[in-house]
């Protein structure tokens, strides 16, 4: 396993993998964000905070 750091800088690979991981993980926000269902921004319809009623009472 060590003769692989000798082909690779290992400072350039830890910052490529994670470039690579923070890219892939801005990418899979975005397709959330971009579904109806799992879109957190708009407040989808159905999802799941219930709606809660009030009313006034005269005494």
Known sequence: MWKIWLL???R???IALF???FT???LIHFIL???ERY???DGAAGGG???ITTE???L
């Open 19 to 21: 470039v690579f991981l």
């Open 49 to 51: 905070m219930a709606a």
């Open 12 to 14: 350039r690979a830890v």
């Open 24 to 26: 892939l993980a801005i």
């Open 8 to 10: 690779f800088d290992p």
């Open 39 to 41: 879109n957190w921004i």
């Open 33 to 35: 964000l971009s579904s």
């Open 56 to 58: 006034s009472v005269n």
